[in-house]
């Protein structure tokens, strides 16, 4: 069974920096890509980062590109979401999730196959 937990959301002041961390299991990390999205209230999902583990490779969308890093650590089949200089509008419940292969922006558009739970950040102004 494919599973992916979320960790490292909280609160956090403007400018401050957090660390998310999907710890994934029931599949082989190695041949998969793993996302990170965010939802706001009232807001539609949006793609943030994703890493394919096979070459990795990464994107980021435009709104966090050169805030955040994301990563992989294979011998613990965990991804880490590094955000630097949070915004207010950077508060949203983050979920990880999984495609196999290799994943692009299209990935980040449209979704993966296996979601996480979600983990809450909030930004204080």
């Known amino acids: 069974e494919v599973q992916l937990v979320e960790s490292g959301g909280g609160l956090v002041q403007a400018g401050g920096s957090l660390r998310l961390s999907c710890a994934a299991s029931g599949f082989t990390f190695d041949d998969y890509a793993i996302g990170w999205f965010r939802q706001a209230p009232g807001k539609e999902r949006e793609g943030v980062s994703c890493?394919?583990?096979?070459?990795?490779?990464?994107y980021y969308a435009d709104s966090v590109n050169g805030r955040f890093t994301i990563s992989s650590d294979n011998a613990k089949n965990t991804v880490y979401l590094q955000m630097n200089s949070l915004k207010p509008e950077d508060a949203a419940v983050y979920y990880c999730?999984?495609?196999?292969?290799?994943?692009?922006?299209?990935?980040?558009?449209?979704?993966?196959?296996?979601w996480g739970k979600g983990t809450l950040v909030t930004v204080s102004s």
């Open positions: 999730a999984a495609t196999v292969g290799i994943a692009t922006i299209f990935h980040l558009e449209y979704g993966m196959d296996y």
């Open positions: 890493i394919s583990n096979s070459d990795g490779s990464t």
